[in-house]
């Protein structure tokens, strides 16, 4: 079995946030693609990891449902925003250092959704559309509704 074969299968089965940590991780690789080639004066390869970088965190923000998410979703879409500029800075400039700063806020808000994504009960409030294929079938409503339930005891007859 070839490497990507391995990753399709491994997100197939995935959550939604566990999907959405997927794309942080693949834009953090595009970034660290992005400062080695800014050491090594890699023009090209610096210009394709950075528009990789772009297009995750352009995906990223239009998947944001300010309906449903709130305030965290306005923080996130901010966030997004400041990311895109200060990687688009980073790269107009060549700075190592300036990448180094987009790397570290990337990676914060990546290990807070490794947080969530531990938490089961995370999964249960998220919009239809971040849910797998299988989570779609149960709405966050009745789940949350037989999660109460069960809370009661957890003795079964």
């Not at 070839?2 to 834009?27: I, M």
């Amino acid at each position: 079995m070839n490497g990507k074969s391995y990753q399709e299968q491994s997100l197939a089965g995935a959550t939604g946030v566990e999907l959405v940590v997927a794309l942080y991780d693949a834009g953090l690789r595009f970034l660290y693609r992005a400062m080695q080639c800014a050491e090594e004066n890699d023009v090209h390869g610096r210009r394709v990891a950075v528009k990789k970088v772009l297009d995750i965190l352009m995906y990223l923000q239009a998947r944001l449902r300010p309906d449903v998410g709130g305030s965290a979703a306005t923080a996130l879409s901010d966030f997004y925003a400041a990311m895109f500029t200060m990687t688009l800075e980073a790269s107009h400039v060549e700075s190592v250092e300036q990448f180094r700063e987009v790397i570290a806020c990337v990676r914060n808000v990546r290990d807070a959704w490794v947080v969530v994504a531990r938490d089961p009960e995370a999964g249960r409030v998220l919009p239809r559309e971040l849910r797998t294929r299988e989570e779609k079938f149960l709405p966050a409503v009745v789940s949350q509704e037989m999660s109460e339930a069960s809370n009661g005891s957890r003795w079964l007859a």
